[in-house]
């Protein structure tokens, strides 16, 4: 069993209740759960034509819509991060001495075909175990 879970969200995805049951199969009875959401700012490029504030807005309301996904699940702690997520997940895990991620797969591209390119760079660095969900 996994004492520390972190359950990677994307937001914009649907993978979450698979991913919540299976931190739930995994985690023993005094174990923990972490919903994280890592949210990546904009390019360069973008933040040069967007304001603080807009970008303060979309953080904040990130922030709500995590909250909200696990609103109804009181053993869950969201938790949001704020960076590139597969560096973000990996730092998080070794910082909280997680020992298990929970990281979903999808849409690849051609030099990352078999996993996304935020769950290869998860599998590659982190420092526990790591479960991919498809």
């Given at each position: 069993?996994?004492?520390?879970?972190?359950?990677?969200?994307?937001l914009?995805?649907?993978?979450?209740?698979e991913?919540l049951?299976?931190a739930r199969?995994?985690k023993?009875?005094?174990?923990e759960?972490?919903?994280v959401h890592?949210?990546?700012?904009p390019n360069?490029t973008?933040?040069?034509?967007v304001?603080?504030?807009?970008m303060?807005?979309a953080a904040?309301?990130?922030?709500?819509?995590?909250?909200?996904?696990v609103a109804?699940?009181?053993?869950?702690?969201?938790?949001?991060l704020?960076?590139?997520p597969?560096?973000?997940?990996v730092d998080?895990?070794?910082?909280?001495?997680?020992?298990?991620?929970?990281v979903?797969?999808h849409?690849?591209?051609?030099s990352?075909y078999f996993?996304g390119s935020?769950?290869?760079?998860?599998v590659r660095h982190a420092?526990?175990s790591?479960?991919?969900?498809?």
């Open positions: 069993m996994h004492k520390k879970i972190i359950v990677s969200l994307a914009d995805h649907g993978i979450s209740a991913a049951a299976m199969h995994l023993g009875d005094d174990g759960i972490k919903a890592v949210y990546d700012r360069s973008v933040n040069a034509y304001s603080e504030e807009v303060a807005r904040e309301a990130a922030r709500d819509k995590l909250a909200a996904r109804q699940t009181p053993d869950v702690e969201p938790v949001m704020h960076g590139q597969g560096r973000a997940l998080y895990a070794a910082k909280i001495g997680a020992d298990c991620i929970i979903g797969s849409k690849p591209g051609l990352d996993l935020t769950a290869a760079r998860v420092p526990c790591v479960y991919v969900i498809r």
